[in-house]
């Protein structure tokens, strides 16, 4: 018996790029502010070799420095991305990618639900994506 074609379901593409849009923006040595990137799914790999980094061993703290700039595709015009960029990120955007790790590599996404604090209405919003005012 043969099947039909819309019998058969497509297989989900699995994401493993995430865009995101930092709350400051990197600043490169022209003064050029970076705010638009990629980031891309942690493997094993990633998370494993920051582990055996001088600076991680020294600072622990250091050791999200290392994971990020692995992961981080690209910031603004930025395609080499490395600790070096991250370390010179403001505090907001380095916790704000972060955050934006830890969501899209243990739970699988960037959505989040929030509510309204004047009525209390539930609904999602991309955390990754847009800025203030856009949908």
Do not use: W
Not at 2 to 20: G, L, N
Not at 36 to 56: F, W, Y
Not at 71 to 78: D, H, K, L, Q, T
Not at 82 to 111: K, P, V, W
Request: net charge negative; hydrophobic share 40%; with cysteine.
């Amino acid at each position: 018996m043969k099947r039909s074609s819309s019998a058969v379901a497509a297989a989900p593409v699995m994401q493993t790029e995430f865009a995101f849009s930092l709350p400051r923006g990197y600043v490169d040595d022209s003064g050029v502010v970076h705010r638009d990137g990629v980031m891309r799914l942690a493997t094993a790999r990633d998370e494993l070799i920051p582990l055996r980094d001088d600076r991680v061993r020294e600072n622990s703290a250091f050791l999200t420095v290392v994971l990020l700039g692995r992961v981080v595709v690209r910031i603004g015009s930025v395609v080499d991305v490395h600790a070096g960029i991250i370390e010179n990120l403001f505090a907001s955007d380095l916790a704000f990618l972060q955050d934006m790790y830890r969501r899209i590599n243990s739970e699988g996404h960037t959505r989040s639900g929030v509510a309204c604090p004047s009525c209390g209405h539930g609904f999602e919003v991309d955390i990754a994506g847009g800025r203030l005012g856009e949908s």
